[in-house]
């Protein structure tokens, strides 16, 4: 783990099974309790033919209501860009804060919307230690096949909800060649490591690749494209008050 460490910005803390069960302080767990990530509810019966090396766990707040319960039923679902709720997977030093970014999120919880983390298709392609690239460089065959498969995971879970007659909002980061939802980037002579300035001229109006593959999948099942909303931290002239207003009208709808 230590030459793991030494290679990511963000590193791994090992923990005993009693240590990562403290982390629920006491609350109620939820069946089957702090297990091996591979045992917790599987989609499947089979076993898996290993034991994975990280704990699973969930625990039940006093006071607040089962799943089912009315409330939950009345909210609508944001699903949100991978980085947005965990701010570690971003791209080099693009990280604005540590962990959550709460200018978006806690709009959300403000709001009483429910919230669906996507995955982040350049960290599971390229992983933590790469750097910034805009939308040509990334759009290969390979990863447009990669960002098609994650694509088509949402696509099913917006389908659900969308079939249930939940209210859908998606909530990407503006400016990123994959998760851009109005604002891309893109510079067709651009090649190897990235030198421009902040605020130049790669940002262009578009989607992202992943989000151009969701687009599609949902038309592949007959399902309209949900309101968008973005993170516009990457933006010349970023300005928070904006960014919560524009978020907050793709909320009311």
């Not at 599987?42 to 039940?60: I, N, Q, S």
């Not at 709460?102 to 709001?111: A, N, Y």
Request: with cysteine; net charge negative; charged share 20%.
């Amino acid at each position: 783990m230590a030459a793991y460490n030494a290679l990511v910005p963000a590193t791994l803390t090992a923990r005993t099974h009693s240590q990562v069960s403290a982390l629920f302080g006491g609350l109620p767990l939820v069946a089957p309790g702090v297990v091996p990530l591979t045992e917790w509810r599987p989609a499947t019966a089979d076993p898996f033919p290993h034991t994975a090396d990280l704990y699973a766990g969930v625990a039940r707040a006093p006071g607040v209501a089962s799943p089912g319960a009315s409330y939950a039923r009345s909210m609508g679902v944001a699903f949100v860009a991978h980085c947005l709720l965990n701010q570690n997977s971003k791209v080099g030093d693009g990280a604005h804060c540590a962990g959550v970014y709460s200018p978006v999120i806690d709009v959300l919880r403000e709001k009483g919307w429910r919230i669906e983390q996507m995955p982040c298709p350049e960290l599971a392609f390229t992983g933590l230690n790469r750097f910034w690239a805009v939308k040509e460089q990334l759009d290969t065959a390979a990863y447009r096949r990669h960002c098609e498969r994650l694509a088509e995971a949402v696509a099913a879970a917006i389908s659900v909800r969308v079939t249930k007659g939940e209210d859908v909002v998606l909530v990407g980061v503006e400016g990123s060649p994959s998760m851009g939802v109005t604002v891309t980037s893109s510079d067709p002579l651009r090649g190897g490591r990235p030198q421009w300035p902040d605020g130049t001229a790669e940002h262009i109006s578009g989607e992202g690749i992943f989000v151009e593959e969701i687009r599609k999948a949902l038309a592949r099942r007959g399902i309209g494209f949900p309101r968008v909303a973005g993170e516009t931290h990457a933006l010349p002239g970023h300005d928070e008050a904006a960014q919560r207003a524009g978020l907050e009208s793709a909320l009311e709808g």
